[in-house]
């Protein structure tokens, strides 16, 4: 573990403070409702919380729609690009 996580964990060890550090898989430079959601569901049962999650899993679902839909556009973007190359460059 490094960054900022792992000087806030080191923090707590050497004044012997209780910590607990929850964290879920995502890509950085893309916004994921769903990993937010597994940390709160965690939250959840950890705390005995009842933090609603249905509206971060409902838009996690329409993120992973729309990247779909732009992977396949993309994909047909790079086939019309090969396409159109000379018979020498494909």
């Known amino acids: 573990m490094v960054g900022t996580y792992a000087m806030l964990l080191k923090h707590c ?5 209780s910590s607990v550090t929850l964290l879920a898989e995502s890509y950085i ?10 940390v709160i569901e965690i939250l959840n049962r950890l705390l005995s919380l009842e933090v609603n999650t249905k509206n971060l899993l409902e838009e996690s679902e329409e993120i992973r729609i ?3 839909e732009l992977m396949s556009k993309t994909q047909q973007a790079m086939q019309q690009a090969r396409e ?3 018979g020498v460059y494909r």
């Open 13 to 17: 060890m050497a004044h012997a403070q």
């Open 84 to 86: 159109s190359l000379p």
């Open 66 to 68: 729309r990247n779909r």
């Open 29 to 38: 430079q893309f916004p994921d409702p769903g990993a937010a959601a597994a």
